[in-house]
T-cell receptor, first 113, second 117 residues
Framework: EDKVVQSPLSLVVHEGDTVTLNCSYE??????LLWYKQEKKAPTFLFML????IEKKSGRLSSILDKKELFSILNITATQTGDSAVYLC?????????????FGTGTRLLVSP | DAGVIQSPRHEVTEMGQEVTLRCKPI?????LFWYRQTMMRGLELLIY????????DSGMPEDRFSAKMPNASFSTLKIQPSEPRDSAVYFC???????????????FGAGSRLTVL
C-alpha cells in the first residue's frame, strides 16, 4: 500500500527561526511529490518535485527531493507568524494514474512572535 | 475566477439523517475530486471524476456514500444514512488535467465541515 509519513507531527518555533519538515514515502512507481500549505481552510499548492536533487525555491521556502532515499524536505528560513499552518506532503503513484494523490497526515507548524 | 466553491461550509446533523454536500469546480477544469480529512487519517481521496464520469470510487468507504456529477459545473456527495464516524471535513478539488510534468496540481475548495451527532 502506498504510504506517506511526515515528521515531526507538530513543531513550535520562534519568529526568525529556520525549520525543516520531512516527508518520506513508500510508493510503487513514483511519479512526483507535492507540498501543500493548509491554513484554516483549503490546502494551497506550494511545490511539485519530480527530479532528484533539484531544489525548488519560492521566497523563504525551498524543497528538495531524494528519490534514492525516498524522502523530501521542506525548508522555511526566517519564519514569520504567517507561516503557521499545516504542511502536507503528497505523492503521485504512476500506476494509479496521474490524478490520485496520496497525502501524509501533515506537520503542524506554529510560529510564535 | 471564484475558485472551487463548496456548500454548506458547516453542517450539523443527527445520526441517520441524509447529508448532501455540493461543489462547483473551476470552469474549464476537467477533473473533480472529493477528499475527506480527519485528524487520524489525514486527507483521503474518496472519488474522482473526469469530464463528469466517475473514474475511481475505490476510496468511498461504503454504500452509504454516493457521488454524482450531472454536469461540468456541479457535483454532489451524499451520505445516507449518516453516522457519527462520518464527521470530518470534506473537500472538493478540481484540476485542469495532466500538466507538462505529468501530474495534476489540485485547487481545493474551502471544505464542508460535517458533524454527525
Amino acid at each position: 500500500e502506498d504510504k506517506v509519513v511526515q515528521s515531526p507531527l507538530s513543531l513550535v518555533v520562534h519568529e526568525g527561526d529556520t525549520v525543516t519538515l520531512n516527508c518520506s514515502y513508500e510508493v510503487t512507481n513514483f511519479r512526483s511529490l507535492l507540498w501543500y500549505k493548509q491554513e484554516k481552510k483549503a490546502p494551497t499548492f506550494l511545490f511539485m518535485l519530480t527530479s532528484s536533487g533539484i531544489e525548488k525555491k519560492s521566497g523563504r521556502l525551498s524543497s528538495i527531493l531524494d528519490k534514492k532515499e525516498l524522502f523530501s524536505i521542506l525548508n522555511i528560513t526566517a519564519t514569520q507568524t504567517g507561516d503557521s499552518a499545516v504542511y502536507l506532503c503528497a505523492v503521485v503513484p504512476m500506476n494509479t494514474g496521474f490524478q490520485k494523490l496520496v497525502f501524509g497526515t501533515g506537520t503542524r507548524l506554529l510560529v510564535s512572535p | 475566477d471564484a475558485g472551487v466553491i463548496q456548500s454548506p461550509r458547516h453542517e450539523v446533523t443527527e445520526m441517520g439523517q441524509e447529508v448532501t454536500l455540493r461543489c462547483k469546480p473551476i470552469s474549464g477544469h476537467d477533473y473533480l475530486f472529493w477528499y475527506r480529512q480527519t485528524m487520524m487519517r489525514g486527507l483521503e481521496l474518496l472519488i474522482y471524476f473526469n469530464n463528469n464520469v466517475p473514474i475511481d470510487d475505490s476510496g468511498m468507504p461504503e454504500d452509504r456514500f454516493s457521488a454524482k456529477m450531472p454536469n461540468a459545473s456541479f457535483s454532489t456527495l451524499k451520505i445516507q444514512p449518516s453516522e457519527p464516524r462520518d464527521s470530518a471535513v470534506y473537500f472538493c478539488a478540481s484540476s485542469p488535467g495532466q500538466s507538462i510534468s505529468g501530474a495534476n496540481v489540485l485547487t481545493f475548495g474551502a471544505g464542508s465541515r460535517l458533524t454527525v451527532l
